[in-house]
């Protein structure tokens, strides 16, 4: 089983719609959370870190489950410029940092 | 700009060529990473330095050869790579948890990476 796991899209919708994507980690030992976007042939750029009461920045909110062990990230009145692939990045860490990254769900928004 | 710089952001060898990929990173950071991702493929790490020791080599073969000669300098060095190594070669680094940095704060800044063609 993978450690993240991700629905990989495309998600395809209007500018303007909601759009909700999700992501579900194996370890029940994992740290810290993260949303990280990542533009064609671009390095990830951190979007948001994920709180336990969960956080939001402009149009993005961020929850996190972890008796579920599910993580999410709604984006609000998606604009053009959203269109990337969002990847769910986990940090299960113990002595040492140790991230692991989803495979990433893209998100196509079209005028 | 993220902090994390890297050199060369496109580099073409041949499988016989020797060639070294350089990540200086300018955020005061303690641990260091290699990452591959070939296209349309997730992210792979390669190799985690923390406290400028290698904690993590994950089944990497040996034509990679990591050097972390301090905490704000990591090196891939390459040699005799295969065509299916061609990919982009992405360098991060983070802040590992200490008394005053807990873990909740250690995001993970990446590079621009390397665009590695191998013929």
């Known amino acids: 089983r993978k450690e993240v796991e991700q629905d990989p899209g495309p998600f395809n919708v209007p500018e303007g719609a909601t759009v909700a994507f999700n992501c579900t980690y194996s370890?029940?030992?994992?740290?810290?959370f993260f949303w990280y976007r990542q533009d064609c042939r671009k390095e990830p750029k951190l979007l948001m870190s994920v709180y336990s009461s969960g956080n939001e920045d402009g149009r993005f909110t961020a929850q996190l489950n972890r008796a579920s062990q599910y993580i999410s990230l709604l984006i609000r009145d998606s604009k053009l410029s959203d269109s990337a692939t969002y990847l769910c990045?986990?940090?299960?860490?113990?002595?040492?940092?140790?991230?692991?990254f989803g495979s990433g769900t893209k998100l196509n928004v079209k005028p | 700009e993220t902090g994390v710089t890297q050199t060369p952001r496109h580099l073409v060898m041949g499988m016989t060529n020797k060639k070294s990929l350089k990540c200086e990173q300018h955020l005061g950071h303690n641990a260091m990473y290699w990452y591959k991702q070939s296209a349309k493929k997730p992210l792979e790490l390669m190799f985690v330095y923390s406290l400028e020791e290698r904690v993590e080599n994950n089944s990497v073969p040996s034509r990679f050869s990591p050097e972390c000669p301090n905490s704000s300098h990591l090196f891939l060095h390459l040699h005799t790579l295969q065509p299916e190594d061609s990919a982009l070669y992405l360098c991060a680094s983070s802040q590992e948890a200490t008394a005053g940095y807990p873990l909740s704060y250690n995001e993970q800044f990446f590079g621009p990476g390397t665009r590695l063609t191998v013929l």
């Open positions: 990045v986990v940090n299960k860490g113990s002595n040492f940092n140790k991230f692991y």
């Open positions: 370890n029940s030992a994992s740290q810290s």
